[in-house]
């Protein structure tokens, strides 16, 4: 497995201090963050998953807790639209150039707005996708908010 990803280096660029994690990634998981939770020993509230969705037809990240779902309507308002839906997996892939399972928030092809739910800030230290499968960054939350220039919600149903 590489290290070097498009996701670990622009978290370098950043000047972020964070450590890598591999885990065995299951591709028939049912719910690939909760896997990785799992797979690396951590509370599933402390392990993100990255989803890309649209709100009003324009893409967005969002970032939340891997055992949490997006609420629809705190998502929209938070990214100042009326609707948000999730985006088609093959859509998601051409956007972020990365494949579903690991997708992260980090190093995605075209830059879009990032949501992050407002728990993630509650812990110290917090794991999102290093920029493939089975392969965990972690990271202070409020470093990765100012990196991403984030907007912070409640975004969780």
Known sequence: MSKSTPATLALTRAGLTFTLHAYDYDPSAER?????????????????????????????CVVLASDREVA?????????????????????????????GGVSPFGQKRKVPTVLDRAALEHAQVYVNGGQRGLQARLDPAQMRDALEAIVAEISA
């Open 72 to 100: 629809m309507k705190k998502l929209a308002a938070a990214a100042g639209g009326k609707s948000a839906e999730m985006m088609a997996p093959a859509e998601a892939e051409r956007m972020t150039g990365y494949r579903i």
């Open 32 to 60: 690939i963050g909760l896997q990785a939770a799992e797979a690396l020993g951590e509370p599933p509230s402390r392990v993100l998953k990255t989803l890309m969705t649209r709100v009003d037809g324009r893409p967005v």
